[in-house]
């Protein structure tokens, strides 16, 4: 997930965010590893969300992260 966020700034920067998110959009299979295991910004969680929304019931994806139970 770190660099997702890093890729989608870079993509902002580059002016290329709408084409990597329709590539993310027809992956048959995304699988999300480090699944928030640090804290977001506004930006991060914004990305996130447009990337859950563009692929919701039409393209399957695992979050995956790991916990600590001693916090």
Same mark, same amino acid.
């Given at each position: 997930?770190? +660099? /997702?966020?890093?890729?989608? &700034? *870079?993509?902002?920067?580059?002016? #290329?965010?709408?084409?990597? =998110? $329709?590539? =993310? &959009?027809?992956?048959?299979?995304?699988?999300?590893? *480090?699944?928030? /295991? #640090?804290? !977001?910004? +506004?930006? *991060?969680?914004?990305? /996130?969300? &447009? /990337?859950?929304?563009?692929?919701? $019931?039409? #393209?399957? !994806?695992? %979050?995956?992260?790991?916990?600590? %139970?001693?916090?």
């Amino acid at each position: 997930m770190p +660099e /997702l966020f890093s890729k989608f &700034e *870079e993509k902002r920067i580059q002016g #290329k965010y709408n084409e990597y =998110l $329709n590539r =993310l &959009e027809k992956n048959d299979l995304l699988i999300i590893d *480090e699944f928030l /295991l #640090k804290p !977001t910004n +506004e930006s *991060e969680r914004s990305d /996130l969300l &447009e /990337l859950i929304e563009i692929r919701c $019931n039409k #393209k399957s !994806t695992i %979050f995956c992260s790991q916990y600590s %139970f001693n916090g």
